[in-house]
């Protein structure tokens, strides 16, 4: 799997090279390069943004530098055979979940994403229309609400997909306890938690836990998982 991420505040990535992401990298199970939008402008001042056709607030990042910076991707593949995908994060796309972290991280062997990092009032509108022409884009939001700027939405799914690649995380299979991949939908939460000491500050464990019967526990974390997301998340459930 291989990232290429384009923001002007390319620093704003660096966490990934920490955890589980860091050492993914370090292993070379993930590929990451990072660009600088401002490094495909040809101004002084380096200017990526202008005033929206149309009057109203804000600011608008010209096509130009983006169109610059996709054809400088594209020309360097970071390896043969990889399929570019475009990943534009925007409140106005499609809802990004478990279910699409799942459905990238099942590209692992082919998995080549390109995150355009907008900010402002966005990205010029014709960048998308251009590259659905070149590649596959993908318009996701992980929210229903604005951010300053994509990059923190970048971080959100590179981890969300990356922890699900082969070899991630250290125990593979605790990735099917995980809330929205708990039930046979994967529309429950995960349970509550717990761990030594078997008592502290007046609350104990629960006593199932500590029966040895694996059988039970199932069953037990199993009811408290449909009860936490009743509790919590009712809209998941029919």
Known sequence: ?????????????EPLKLSLVGKALDDGLIGLRLWQLRDFTHDRHRTVDDTPYGGGPGMVMKPEPWGEALDAILAAPPAPGLTPTLVVPTPNGRRFTQRTAEE????AEQGWFIFA???YEGIDSRVSEWARGVMPVEEVSIGDYVLPGGESAVLVMIEAVSR?????????ESVTDDSFSIGEDG???????FTKPPEWRGLTVPEILVSGHHGNIRRWRRE???LRTQRMRPDLRP
Do not use: K
Request: glycine share 12%; aromatic share 12%.
């Open 104 to 107: 990238w991280s099942a590209r």
């Open 187 to 193: 529309t429950l939460l995960e349970g509550p938690v």
């Open 117 to 119: 990092c907008g900010r």
């Open 164 to 172: 699900l690649l082969p070899g991630v995380l250290g125990n593979g």
């Open 1 to 13: 799997m291989f990232y290429d991420i384009v923001s002007i505040f390319p620093e704003y990535l």
């Open 224 to 226: 408290e998982a449909e």
